[in-house]
């Protein structure tokens, strides 16, 4: 498969998870589990949606990441 068509593929790909996710916290959790699986076996996938310039959407791929994700929120906010 040629570059652009894994662009195309891709593009279309978060495109569909955007437009069918049911809420704002649905779409980084899917993104999450996409982008994890996309690199491979054992690879974990953290995001954070800031609002305002704070942490308000937490979404992982695994609890591993989570469990970052969680630390590195509660460091963010013991600075705040």
Do not use: Y
Not at 11 to 19: A, D, P, S, T, V
Not at 48 to 56: F, I, V
């Amino acid at each position: 498969m040629g570059d652009q068509t894994q662009h195309d593929a891709a593009r279309i790909e978060l495109q569909e998870l955007l437009l069918t996710a049911e809420d704002v916290n649905e779409f980084p959790r899917k993104l999450a589990l996409v982008a994890a699986d996309g690199m491979g076996s054992g690879i974990s996938c953290g995001i954070t949606l800031h609002r305002d310039g704070r942490p308000a959407t937490v979404a992982s791929s695994d609890t591993r990441a989570t469990q970052v994700m969680r630390s590195s929120t509660a460091t963010w906010r013991g600075r705040a």
